[in-house]
């Protein structure tokens, strides 16, 4: 098995905890390194393997991040847990590889607007960069693995629609310039299932094999549908956060990623294993709470609880079917 | 084309707005009949023309339906609405007859012991009173379409498991009484949308170009799975309820229903035409914070706003896949 598989196993969903970057880019007071790290430990009792731990960003105006490297290292400790950083660009893919983290998650949106008013340079830039980050690489102690997500894959909120075309040649570029692993972001919650799937199978056959996922937003509350569309197109690394924290920036009211407890059940409801033990993952939404007492934590199983047909960790309901 | 197809279309979807039923069971202040038609008439006016108006039971027990001859006489005002009412008995369906509501919604559960405990007799006794109803309607002037409705069907919070096998004689027992219309319910919200679609391929299956429809509820976060996976089975008939009014009486802090405009953007987003209009959909939620106050609406567009890319009423996103 190469490494890319042992890490992203291709006979089991594997779900990405992001709340630790996406989910504190909107709240209003920061957790502790402590509370971070509690959250982390908590989450991977429950069975989670899989951290984006922040993003490689200016510590002065990014303090959400302040900590990234001790949490990177924190994260490290663990027993086959797997951290990932994000990095904007080139100076953050350098921070990351000297961090020893796991993994750089490098972004590029699938508009040049969005590309633009979000990392304040063009496409064919972030491409550039993108391309020495590759290189930098083969020079680095760690050798860590790198993902690139595609911003805004099923719908811009500056430039509309998203041609599938756009997004899978770009996709086709990242896989040819040595990504090891491709994510295709619906950024806005602008998705539906249908959109999902066709898009999901697509990005399937041009991934031969390399692992690819999906990063999805439950912004107009098609989170659940896009994941179980996206499922059953061969998704197997799904994004999502506890209590689904993170809102979204272009809708301050509205929720952001995912809930992570809630993806589980889905997941385990069709018979996939995920490793995790939801009712454990619940009990750590309360060092949230703790850590986060303004943040609207949100998610259906937190509060109605299992069905009593429910088996918690594996495949519960297939038996039904 | 024959009756039940003019009224429940095959080449649209069908949404089914149960707030003023399904909705009205655990609300703590009722709406007042004047509310009650100001919300019909607003989501009449958002394009929705199926209503389910409430049940026929003691009014004195049951204040929430007091009103339920004006609401029903009300709603067959309105050009091309159909209105429905939920009997849980012969009594009940013998006034549902009289009321000349345009549809009588009987129901029974997969279950014995839910049957017990929500009807207080065997699914036995519950049949052959159905039966009575069929032979009721032939004598009844208005001549009233048949619903019926099987509560339980993926899953029973007193039994737990249930056999597929189990709704699907049921439901072959219940056409060939004369049921017009099947309805399948997941009371509970214990289903995922691997099971939903498995059982509403096999119940399209025996239905035999009848229609019918599923009844979802959101307790456990998967109801827009669940509906996205019933419209991929050729479901056409999906009940919900305005900012997923009604809570779950074995759940209670849970949501119920899942939410009326946010279905309506899950099925534009697949193509699907609903004949609705959704941010005058979303209007009218207005109507109902002002009838009810205290209530909870919940609801993700309504938050975050339609995409842009999103033409609001029809087959929005088609074009993007």
């Known amino acids: 098995m190469n490494r890319t598989d042992m890490i992203y196993s291709p006979n089991k969903v594997t779900l990405r905890e992001v709340g ?11 957790p502790s390194t402590d509370g971070k790290k509690a959250w982390i430990a908590g989450e991977y009792a429950a069975g989670i393997r899989h951290f984006e731990l922040g993003s ?24 086959d847990a797997h951290g990932a950083a994000l990095s904007p660009n080139l100076r953050g893919s350098e921070m990351a590889m000297a961090s020893g983290v796991a993994e750089v998650h490098c972004v590029i949106s699938a508009t040049e607007a969005h590309n633009q008013a979000n990392l304040r340079r063009s496409r064919q830039q972030t491409l550039d960069e993108i391309a020495e980050v590759f290189a930098f690489r083969e020079q680095s102690q760690h050798q860590p693995l790198i993902g690139v997500g595609i911003a805004m894959s099923f719908g811009c909120s500056i430039s509309g629609t998203v041609e599938p075309e756009q997004v ?3 996709a086709v570029q990242l896989l040819e ?5 491709i994510s295709i972001a619906d950024t806005v ?19 031969d094999g390399k692992p690819f996922g999906v990063h999805l937003h439950d912004t107009r509350g098609m989170g659940m549908a896009n994941a179980a569309a996206a499922l059953g197109e061969g998704v197997r690394i799904l994004d999502a956060s506890l209590g689904g924290l993170g809102g979204c920036p272009a809708a301050p009211r509205a929720s952001g990623n995912i809930v992570m407890e809630d993806l589980a059940f889905l997941c385990h ?13 619940i009990e750590v939404r309360n060092i949230l709470t703790s850590e986060m007492p303004s943040e609207k934590l949100h998610g259906a199983i937190a509060q109605a609880g299992l069905p009593v047909t429910s088996n918690n960790s594996a495949e519960s309901m297939m038996q039904n079917s």
Chains 1, 2 share one sequence.
């Not at 960003?57 to 490290?76: C, H």
């Not at 310039?177 to 692993?181: Q, R, T």
């Not at 919650?189 to 991934?207: D, W």
């Not at 409801?269 to 993952?281: A, P, Y």
Request: a negative charge.
């Open 20 to 30: 630790l970057r996406d989910g504190l880019q909107m709240v209003s007071v920061l």
């Open 56 to 79: 490689f960003l200016p510590k002065n105006k990014y303090p959400a991040f302040a900590d990234i490297e001790e949490i990177i290292s924190f994260t490290s400790n663990l027993p």
């Open 177 to 181: 310039m040595g990504a090891d692993i």
């Open 168 to 170: 899978l040649a770009l």
């Open 189 to 207: 919650g602008y998705a539906g299932p249908t959109q999902v799937a066709h898009l999901t199978a697509k990005l399937r056959e041009l991934a």
């Open 269 to 281: 409801s069709s018979g996939f294993d995920t490793g995790v033990d939801i009712e454990k993952l």
